[in-house]
């Protein structure tokens, strides 16, 4: 199976790295690897903010100079062991993440951008001036501390940092894999969305946050004991360049495209000077750029324009043997294969080789099923929604005014109007979108004004949208499990070590959210990409996804805009 073979590709590049000390063929190269490690234990950090929430953080240099001089000072000044070391790296950093997240996570793209960057320079600046902790500009030496007793020599402090980023590589992969991480992954889709269905996106981004800033922290601490000295200088804007386009040219979202990034960024400028080795990189890479485009042009995926890289990297491979040196031309070299990377490969190696290798999905649908109880909770007794004299202004606007209603359970309502009668401003204000200016709006005896979204939809109120706001980059079975995400018990620890209760609820909602999918005809569809779906499969995706939350009011916001008549007849039915 596809799972088996990523596991054995795994364990026999992890087999490869751990016998590095026996391959490397001097003290050097074992250094440049311990350092690819390092930095590839950061870019899974990076990459949770990066590649699953979808923010780009300038700051995280900050964070790497924090856990790189809180594992130094206490190894140096207190003797901390190694272990307690980087583990209060990781925990002082992931402190700083959680205060810089609160205003950071306010913001959104270059504003957020801007608000990490000023961070890490205040880091910076008090890194250098606080010359009684830091030492500050003259530096602080930081011997490898013993391990068990023993002193780690270059080899024994490899394989200590092999063990620490095959256990940051198996928790990221974890967390990407829970409900916390398809919470991450839905911020990029739609956070409006995602509020709707119970999640809060400013604990989400928190959390984040804090997760990406301990493993960062971490790296910082094995950078710091690698180096054995580090200055304030060491860590500045430079730094925060390297990673984001190691992690560009690697590809995000993936720990692959991590490792990947990391090499790119700390072998190949060091292999490019050896003539012979730049040789054999190019022709390698040419080969595997022709294959994949054969492959993607014959899968019809792209015309004739993605000849365009596979001719450069056969150019570049001709060019190689034409050389004698690549003494003067190693930058410039390195910085145009960047450059390209960055141009035609936007997903990264990783995620282009992924994309065009992987088999092609099957698009089919099944028929529609019956209704069955295994899919839909069947409708509680009471009275939900109670809605009193709501008005909603908006500045000398009054799109509703002096609403009352009052919504039943195991019944259909219908809110028939013209265009800008207020139909969506009701079902926004019911759902927390909107504050009414006036009245007041209860479920059961708890009045919901004022509460956030996330709030509401706990309190058993799941919506659609008139415009569908799907999580499009999201699988079609992911999106409805982001639906169920109240429906686990676990923790997040559960979900990191994968424990029996995790892997229990994570089976059970998996088949209910199967179970949703026939419902609503789609379970054929279950591993394709939302936006892949066709406009009225889409729709009906939408209400599976709110299905999830077993709801006590559903509210289907204009759910026949748009469609055909085929895909009318099946929202009908279900």
């Excluded at 063929?25 to 930095?39: E, I, W």
């Excluded at 790497?64 to 272990?83: E, N, W």
């Excluded at 409900?179 to 911020?187: D, E, N, P, T």
């Amino acid at each position: 199976s596809e799972t088996m073979r990523a596991l054995h590709l795994t364990l026999a590049v992890f087999a490869l790295m751990a016998s590095v000390p026996l391959l490397a063929p001097n003290a050097y190269y074992l250094h440049l690897a311990t350092v690819v490690l390092v930095f590839a234990v950061a870019l899974l950090g990076l990459d949770i903010i990066i590649g699953h929430v979808g923010e780009i953080s300038l700051g995280h240099f900050g964070l790497f100079a924090i856990g790189a001089y809180t594992a130094g000072l206490l190894s140096v000044d207190a003797g901390a062991p190694l272990a307690v070391a980087l583990l209060a790296a990781g925990a002082f950093s992931a402190g700083f993440g959680a205060v810089l997240a609160f205003p950071a996570l306010r913001t959104h793209g270059p504003y957020f951008a801007m608000v990490t960057l000023a961070f890490a320079s205040i880091v910076q600046v008090v890194l250098n001036e606080w010359t009684g902790l830091t030492r500050g500009a003259r530096g602080l030496a930081v011997p490898k501390p013993p391990l068990l007793g023993a002193t780690l020599d270059a080899a024994g402090f490899y394989l200590v940092v092999f063990v620490v980023f095959a256990l940051v590589w198996i928790l990221v992969g974890n967390l990407a894999a829970s409900r916390y991480g398809r919470s991450f992954q839905a911020l990029q889709g739609s956070t409006i969305a995602l509020e709707s269905l119970g999640v809060s996106a400013t604990a989400s981004k928190i959390l984040a946050f804090c997760l990406s800033a301990a493993v960062t922290g971490v790296a910082g601490g094995l950078y710091a004991f690698s180096e054995e000295y580090i200055t304030p200088q060491a860590f500045n804007f430079d730094l925060t360049v390297v990673f984001l386009l190691a992690l560009i040219v690697g590809g995000r979202a993936n720990r692959w495209g991590a490792l990947v990034g990391a090499v790119v960024a700390v072998w190949l400028p060091n292999l490019l000077g050896v003539i012979a080795a730049f040789r054999v990189m190019a022709v390698a890479a040419a080969v595997l750029i022709l294959g994949a485009t054969a492959r993607s042009v014959a899968r019809g995926r792209h015309g004739w324009s993605a000849w365009i890289p596979a001719a450069v990297a056969v150019a570049v491979a001709v060019t190689a043997f034409q050389l004698e040196t690549m003494t003067e031309q190693r930058l410039s070299v390195f910085g145009l294969l960047l450059l390209g990377a960055i141009a035609y490969l936007p997903e990264g190696l990783v995620g282009t080789l992924a994309a065009v290798w992987r088999p092609e999905p099957d698009s089919t649908s099944g028929p529609l099923p019956e209704r069955g109880a295994a899919a839909v909770a069947e409708p509680v007794d009471g009275t939900p929604v109670t809605v009193r004299g709501v008005t909603v202004r908006f500045g000398g606007l009054r799109a509703m005014s002096d609403v009352s209603t009052r919504i039943e359970t195991a019944s259909v309502h219908g809110l028939i109007g013209p265009n800008g009668a207020g139909k969506s401003t009701f079902v926004n204000t019911l759902t927390g979108l909107y504050t009414p200016s006036a009245g007041d709006i209860r479920i059961g005896d708890t009045s919901i004004v004022g509460a956030s979204p996330a709030q509401i939809a706990r309190l058993g109120v799941a919506r659609t949208f008139q415009n569908i706001q799907l999580f499009g980059h999201m699988s079609v079975i992911e999106n409805v499990l982001v639906g169920l995400h109240l429906a686990y018990r676990s923790n997040l620890v559960d979900a990191l070590v994968r424990s029996r209760r995790y892997r229990c609820e994570e089976r059970e909602n998996r088949e209910r959210a199967q179970a949703l999918l026939a419902f609503v005809g789609l379970a054929g569809a279950a591993n394709q990409d939302a936006r892949s779906l066709p406009y009225g499969q889409q729709r009906l995706l939408e209400i599976a996804r709110a299905l999830a939350t077993e709801p006590k009011v559903l509210l289907l916001d204009e759910p026949a805009a748009g469609l055909l008549p085929s895909d009318i007849d099946a929202l009908m039915a279900i």
